[in-house]
């Protein structure tokens, strides 16, 4: 799937279906806190395989049972893309 750069009503309209999700420094972000460092880094695991077969992968940052993430594209001139808006949308689907 090729990168497309979003527009601002797209972004807007992705906000909306990904709760919690806000735009930081340009970029998609959002702070994930779990109940462990076990299911932090487990949950990263399961996300890290669908970002190796989507082909895009996300800026992270880990400390015991807290995630904070980054996305966006560099290939497109470091801006949200439709990959963003789908790596979150799995994110969200994959968290406990």
């Known amino acids: 799937m090729a990168a497309q750069k979003l527009s601002e009503a797209e972004l807007k309209l992705a906000l ?4 919690g999700w806000q735009i930081k420094e340009g970029k998609l972000y959002k702070e994930y806190k779990f109940s462990s460092f076990a299911t932090a880094l487990g949950w990263m695991v399961s996300v890290g395989v669908h970002a190796e077969k989507l082909g895009h992968h996300p800026e992270w940052f880990n400390v015991y049972s807290t995630v904070q993430v980054n996305l966006i594209t560099h290939d497109i001139g470091n801006a949200i893309s439709n990959l963003d808006v789908e790596l979150a949308k799995k994110m969200e689907e994959l968290a406990p």
Not at 16 to 19: D, G, K, Q
């Open 16 to 19: 909306n279906s990904l709760p």
